[in-house]
């Protein structure tokens, strides 16, 4: 078949009619007493077969040149096909009210042709019409090619010609036209199983799901364990209501043999939350398929929401047992022990997947990961070293084997390690953790040598590590130098929005506020929906106007954004509430302050919050909350002392 493989052949009776080649080679003996010289030549033109050139006739009205088989040039042959176009084309008037009703008569193609007579009589597909469609579709006349194929498919013993012109139909028509087309020739055709199966197809892509229900039921009756699966690909709906619309569909059909539409019920009716119902299905689907690994991984999936932790891991585990040589088992095991914080579990059977897929890239950087999670540092030093030997996950065992030396303390072996990341998407944040380290050890040369180099060997970073730059020169109070340095960058980036708001943040809110506002409104003109912009936006607005409602209004809005939302950032969430609670500060409404920020320093404690707090609860005059949150601060964050944390703008 043309786009389901071979899983719904005919049998043999229909082999030889199974591609447009065979049709053509059929019609061909039918006529070549008459016209075997002629109708071969323009075939293998068409078709691209070896031919005798030497025959020279090819219609009544067409001689050619007596030409090497061998030497035959493009120019020839097209000439040659044009010609033969004429010819067809002059019995042949395919016109724009043709095309809208994909209609054309048998007789407008053939009146006139030899063939004409043998075609009357038999009623199957024209040969000349056949060649016209061929001839069209090379010529990208994709429309004239539809209408031919789709009037001659519903000849007798048309099969093949049926599967070429809806194999053209889905790729040319909208998938709701090659329905209609494929349902007709199925009522013209209705013993002609694959039919069915197409039409099927074609339906659930469609999202006609009330023909797709009845085409797939007629299709059990017929054979109730026939193979769906190719029937299946690509149809998944994306909304809720094509879900629901489509297991309505499904439910009246009886499934209990046939595995993959009991596995479509399972699915939908887990995604729907109903898994009681769900493992029914998916149980006949296992039952016929016990070790179809895709079919043990969706009932893995339905007994999570209904059975305990360890049922499925026993469930798993026999699975495993079964299928030894299922690597996609082993993952699903491991990532499942790792969803249950069972990081032990996980490991050891991370090391035993390794011993059998010791090839296997995958599953050794998996492992080294997860021995770093459980700080297994010799087993994750052994992995990545290992891993190193390939020459594609050289940077990728790099970087992990810098994370460990950092996390034994092996400092100068950590930066060997990350300077030697050069994979594009891990460099950036190897030479973050380089500057880190280096600052760290309080060299702060050696920490802007970094970035310089990495800004002259990997350009696509230079506007990241300006703002790198930037940030040291800021932590050493260097405040005007650091705003110098990205004046500088944006001259040579102007459009980068990265060094534009980096400078933006350096600038002061009262005395640089028509520049900053200039700015901050560049940048949400770029980029309306960016949170961040909106935020500096605001706390700009509130620091030069303590009752800005435009103010409160951006702020408001950011911490209003569920956890949900892809635009969710913890941080920047955090930080709109620290400007809020300023705002309110600044106001002496010391009981709003504690509202907004008491729950979040609980759960997530900043020095930024904590001090905010501070000073609401001396608004206040509450001694006691002032002295523990005071002795808080100096024991998580050095609250006090000579630290550069304390180098914070508090209002």
């Known amino acids: 078949m043309v786009f389901f493989g071979s899983s719904f052949r005919r049998q043999s009776m229909h082999n030889a009619q199974s591609s447009l080649s065979a049709l053509l080679h059929a019609l061909i003996d039918r006529l070549c007493q008459r016209y075997k010289l002629a109708f071969s030549l323009a075939v293998c033109l068409c078709l691209g077969f070896p031919a005798h050139a030497d025959h020279a006739i090819v219609s009544p009205n067409i001689a050619l040149p007596k030409v090497s088989p061998t030497n035959i040039s493009s120019a020839t042959v097209t000439r040659t096909i044009n010609a033969s176009s004429q010819v067809i084309n002059s019995h042949t008037p395919v016109t724009k009210s043709m095309a809208n009703k994909n209609l054309i008569t048998d007789a407008s193609i053939t009146e006139g042709s030899p063939s004409s007579d043998l075609n009357k009589i038999s009623n199957e597909p024209s040969l000349y019409a056949l060649l016209d469609a061929e001839f069209s579709a090379n010529r990208d006349d994709t429309e004239r090619a539809l209408i031919i194929y789709k009037q001659q498919s519903f000849k007798q013993d048309a099969t093949a010609v049926f599967e070429r012109a809806l194999s053209l139909s889905l790729r040319n028509d909208r998938v709701e036209e090659s329905l209609q087309f494929a349902k007709a020739w199925q009522d013209e055709n209705p013993d002609h199983v694959p039919a069915w199966f197409y039409v099927a197809h074609l339906a659930l892509r469609a999202h006609d799901y009330e023909l797709a229900g009845e085409t797939l039921n007629r299709i059990l009756s017929y054979d109730p364990r026939a193979d769906l699966s190719e029937i299946l690909i690509g149809i ?3 909304s809720d209501d094509d879900k ?4 309505a569909a499904l439910q009246p059909i009886a499934s209990e043999q046939n595995a993959s539409l009991s596995v479509l019920k399972a699915g939908l009716l887990y995604q729907f939350n109903e898994p009681e119902i769900a493992i029914v299905h998916i149980n006949r689907a296992v039952e016929r398929q016990p070790d179809y690994v895709p079919f043990i991984t969706l009932k893995a999936d339905i007994l999570r929401k209904i059975e305990t932790p360890e049922a499925v891991i026993e469930y798993l585990s026999q699975a495993r047992l079964r299928n030894a040589d299922s690597k996609n088992l082993y993952l699903y095991e491991i990532r499942y022990l790792l969803d249950l914080k069972q990081n032990e579990q996980a490991w050891q059977l991370l090391l035993d997947a390794h011993q059998r897929f010791a090839d296997d890239a995958e599953i050794t950087l998996l492992a080294a990961l997860v021995s770093l999670d459980i700080e297994k540092y010799t087993s994750a030093d052994q992995l990545l070293n290992t891993l190193a030997k390939n020459p594609a996950y050289l940077d990728q065992s790099y970087y992990y084997l810098g994370i460990s030396a950092e996390r034994q303390q092996n400092f100068e072996q950590a930066k060997y390690y990350l300077n030697a990341v050069m994979q594009e998407d891990l460099v950036l944040e190897a030479r973050r953790k380089v500057v880190a380290l280096d600052l760290l050890n309080n060299n702060v040369d050696a920490a802007i040598a970094t970035l310089e180099k990495l800004r002259k060997d990997f350009s696509v970073f230079a506007p990241d590590s300006f703002v790198l730059q930037a940030d040291i020169l800021w932590q050493q109070n260097e405040p005007a130098e650091a705003l110098r340095l990205l004046t500088k960058a944006a001259r040579k980036y102007p459009d980068n929005e990265m060094l534009l708001f980096a400078r933006a943040q350096l600038l002061d809110d009262k005395e640089d506020y028509i520049v900053k506002r200039t700015l901050l409104n ?10 961040a912009y909106q935020l500096s936006y605001a706390q700009l607005l509130l620091a030069n106007e303590r009752g800005s409602e435009q103010g409160l209004t951006l702020a408001t809005a950011i911490i209003q954004i569920r956890y949900d939302d892809p635009r969710y950032d913890n941080e920047l969430h955090l930080q709109a509430l620290n400007v809020l609670a300023s705002n309110a500060l600044a106001n002496e409404n010391y009981q709003q302050v504690i509202d907004y920020l008491q729950t979040p320093y609980d759960v997530l404690p900043t020095l930024r ?13 509450d001694n006691e909350k002032v ?3 005071l002795a808080d601060l100096q024991q998580r964050f050095s609250f006090g002392q000579h630290n550069i944390n304390d180098r914070i703008q508090l209002y």
């Open 236 to 238: 998944y709906p994306n």
């Open 609 to 621: 919050s904590g001090t905010l707090l501070l000073r609401a609860y001396q608004g206040l005059g």
């Open 244 to 247: 629901r619309e489509l297991l």
């Open 522 to 531: 560049h940048l949400q003109a770029l980029d309306p929906s960016n949170p």
């Open 627 to 629: 002295d523990a949150l």
